[in-house]
């Protein structure tokens, strides 16, 4: 199977930033999607951005112009800077990726997810 392990969480002042990690590990043939989710308490997980193979992304409206998604794809990793944060950025920041990997000879599909990393942002 496909590992994600996310780094880079932490508590950090309103108007701060932090960079969010995510390295992905195993028998991985190709990666298409990696991007980030968040959940925040009593709230459903909700797209934060997303990044294709071949470099398209997607933001959620509210942190457009603030978020920077990307990616290095010889190290299966993808990263999430995020700028000007804010108290209602606090959450569990979840990274997922799909793809294909080499299970013994077959090739099979994966769509993995991260154990999560905390963010929190104080006003």
């Known amino acids: 199977q496909v590992q994600l392990v996310e780094s880079g969480g932490g508590l950090v002042q309103a108007g701060g930033s932090l960079r969010l990690s995510c390295a992905a590990s195993?028998?991985?043939?190709?990666?298409?999607?990696m991007g980030w989710y968040r959940q925040a308490p009593g709230k459903q997980r909700e797209l934060v951005a997303t990044m294709t193979r071949g470099g398209s992304t997607k933001y959620v409206d509210s942190v457009k112009g603030r978020f920077t998604i990307s990616r290095d794809n010889a190290k299966n990793t993808v990263y999430l800077q995020m700028n000007s944060l804010k108290p209602e950025d606090t959450a569990v920041y979840y990274c997922?990726?799909?793809?294909?990997?080499?299970?013994?000879?077959?090739?099979?599909?994966?769509?993995?997810w991260g154990q999560g990393t905390q963010v929190a942002v104080s006003s």
């Open positions: 997922n990726a799909d793809g294909q990997y080499i299970s013994g000879s077959v090739v099979r599909d994966f769509a993995s």
């Open positions: 195993g028998s991985i043939l190709i990666i298409n999607t």
